[in-house]
């Protein structure tokens, strides 16, 4: 009896223990269903209660916890997974984008360099490696003036459009209706349209209300974009009629035409659209020619990309393309919005960026993004979700959305100014060498345009470096010079997605047989005398021989008078002067048109010996004796093989190519 008794209780042991273990199984397989369905909060409840503490429902909890933004609690459970064995390349990723929200940036690095080692090709350590530095993020220089907007709730509200005078965005604000549907991701109301202005003096907004009765429907709707003339919306909304083979409702795009009286069509479909992928967030180009959507279509780079189809005079679309590496990574890149200028914006969680969705921008060229991606930095971005930007016609102000700390509750809109242009500026580096690659220090570089325009100067280092910042999609030409050097010439163009451009100088030393630097002066004349003085003559003797070397050498002169004297009357001198310091050198030389000069009067004195009509000026007669003179500038050479070097001042007219 006492056996049966004990073999009966064992028996109701085991049974018990079975039967918990099966009810765990169910927990456990409602929570994988919860979380399939993007019901977090139900899916984190019964994850806790089937005890389970297996690799992928770690993840699953943490994930979870992380999309109800309660992030301390999912880096708390990323701390774990990173530490089993079967752990993968992405929770490295996941962990170190939690620490980034949560502002642990030291740590955030140490755990991207990590996932560097595992996954050295992802595009997303190619972004980090790149922009390893928080700092210049968190950094606020100035560009951005930021406003929470009053008419945000506790609800969501993203995705501000202009449309007319107003405002459009999507909420999950409660509407009045008998019927209260929820989204089971936040336990909010789904998206709807809504519209606001600015009353009359623009300090003051309406009151919010529904944008169109129509087109609201009774899941997701927004956000929502326009053609430039505003005759055709793009709306992201819900796929109603059919899902996906896992159960899952996708997004769709759809677009509606609006009538004279202000009323909008039946949406019409894009034919991409599919119950197996979402597309959304459309932004159309001011020429109505691409619409740029997001997507998670098949053959993307792994989770949403952004895309553009070509949009034909008939109305019909040509193939998606993927923009690409530059832009799109193996996380989630969205909310794109192409702005008239031909600047991209878009958000982004798997480029390098301060946590959550950055906002990000680029400009259009001919060939690809003219200075690469760049992060919008702070203010605009935070460590939270910070999307949906869009920018005014003139490029001055718009709108951008976010849930970062201190708003209403959740998403919330924000109006920004800008304060100056997001300019593609790129740079344009390089060395100054010797032709066997010895640095030259302290070498005077010259930036020239496309038309010979002098752009900037600048002296070299110690070590030979010299930069400037140059403009986009230019062609550039750069010259070096020190003396007892030959000028280094060099040419570049900023054609390239590159945010660098490299190009060297190479200064030539006076090492070669044939190699000659040559040095020519001024000449001076007595007062109120054209001749050519004994000393003057030994200078132009000079000119004679060097010319006499190299036959392609080509000389321009300027002759000049002191103050004293009438103005024509100094004109008639100067012109007398470089007649006779011509002369002197033509009957010389070869080829007597290589050199050639006019007179200046006394219009480009070297001091401050200015007569005032009648009135001497207190000038001694040496500072009078600077001004009498002809100088020299030499136009071409035509060979490598001789330098001239002028002590002349730069009193000539600009060259043609100077102009």
Not at 429 to 438: R, Y
Not at 608 to 636: M, P, W, Y
Request: aromatic share 12%.
């Amino acid at each position: 009896m006492v056996r049966r008794i004990y073999l009966s209780i064992a028996f109701l042991g085991i049974v018990l223990v079975s039967i918990a273990q099966d009810t765990d199984h169910i927990k456990l397989k409602k929570a994988n269903d919860y979380f399939d369905n993007f019901s977090f909060n139900k899916a984190i409840e019964k994850y806790k209660e089937s005890g389970d503490r297996s690799l992928n429902t770690l993840r699953n909890l943490a994930i979870s916890y992380s999309k109800i933004e309660d992030y301390q609690k999912a880096e708390e459970l990323f701390s774990e997974i990173v530490t089993i064995d079967s752990s993968k390349a992405e929770d490295l990723f996941l962990y170190a984008s939690l620490l980034e929200i949560n502002q642990k940036y030291d740590e955030a690095k140490n755990w991207m360099e990590l996932f560097s080692l595992q996954s050295p090709n992802d595009k997303r350590v190619i972004s980090f490696l790149e922009n390893d530095d928080y700092s210049s993020f968190l950094e606020d220089k100035g560009q951005f003036i930021i406003e929470h907007l009053p008419f945000n709730t506790e609800h969501q509200e993203f995705g501000a459009v202009y449309f007319q005078e107003s405002i459009l965005f999507a909420s999950t604000r409660k509407k009045m209706q008998s019927i209260q549907r929820e989204w089971n991701w936040n336990e909010l109301p789904y998206l709807s349209l809504y519209e606001v202005a600015k009353e009359e003096g623009g300090e003051q907004w309406t009151s919010v209300s529904n944008f169109s009765r129509k087109l609201d429907k009774k899941y997701h709707d927004g956000p929502v974009a326009f053609n430039s003339n505003q005759t055709k919306m793009y709306l992201t909304r819900n796929n109603y009629g059919e899902k996906s083979v896992d159960g899952a409702v996708k997004l769709k795009l759809f677009s509606s035409d609006i009538d004279e009286d202000g009323n909008w069509s039946d949406l019409e479909a894009f034919p991409y659209n599919s119950p197996e992928y979402s597309m959304g967030h459309a932004s159309i180009t001011e020429n109505g020619e691409w619409m740029y959507f997001a997507s998670d279509m098949p053959g993307g780079f792994g989770g949403v990309d952004i895309y553009k189809v070509k949009i034909n005079t008939d109305g019909s679309y040509g193939e998606p393309i993927n923009l690409g590496e530059q832009v799109n990574t193996e996380a989630n890149e969205m909310f794109p919005f192409i702005h008239r200028s031909g600047i991209l914006f878009f958000a982004s969680d798997g480029l390098s960026g301060l946590g959550g969705l950055d906002l990000f921008y680029g400009h259009i060229g001919n060939n690809g993004f003219q200075c690469g991606i760049k992060n919008l930095g702070f203010p605009i971005n935070t460590n939270k979700d910070d999307f949906a930007i869009v920018l005014d016609s003139l490029g001055t102000s718009g709108y951008f959305s976010s849930n970062r700390d201190g708003g209403d509750g959740d998403d919330d809109i924000y109006a920004f100014e800008l304060l100056y242009p997001l300019h593609c500026q790129k740079i344009l580096k390089g060395t100054t060498l010797t032709q066997t690659g010895d640095t030259i220090p302290n070498a005077l570089v010259s930036l020239f345009s496309e038309e010979g325009e002098l752009k900037e100067s600048a002296q070299s280092d110690s070590i030979g470096g010299y930069l400037f910042i140059v403009e986009a999609d230019k062609n550039y030409s750069l010259r070096g010079q020190k003396p007892t050097y030959f000028d280094g010439q060099n040419t570049a163009d900023t054609y390239t997605e590159e945010d660098a451009i490299i190009v060297d100088l190479i200064l030539r030393k006076d090492i070669v047989v044939l190699a000659e630097i040559v040095q020519i002066n001024p000449i001076y004349f007595d007062f109120d005398k054209f001749n050519i003085r004994p000393d003057a003559a030994i200078e132009l003797d000079k000119i004679v021989e060097v010319m006499n070397k190299y036959d392609s050498l080509v000389v321009e002169l300027g002759s000049h008078t002191d103050c004293r004297g009438s103005k024509s009357y100094n004109e008639w001198l100067s012109d007398n002067r470089a007649k006779a310091s011509a002369q002197y050198t033509k009957e010389r030389i070869t080829n007597p048109e290589r050199i050639y000069g006019k007179g200046y009067g006394e219009y480009k004195l070297l001091n401050d010996c200015e007569c005032e009509g009648n009135v001497k000026v207190n000038c001694s007669e040496e500072a009078h004796q600077l001004n009498r003179r002809t100088e020299f500038r030499v136009i071409k050479t035509g060979t490598d093989e001789v330098k001239v070097e002028s002590n002349s001042s730069d009193s000539f007219e600009p060259l043609e190519e100077e102009k």
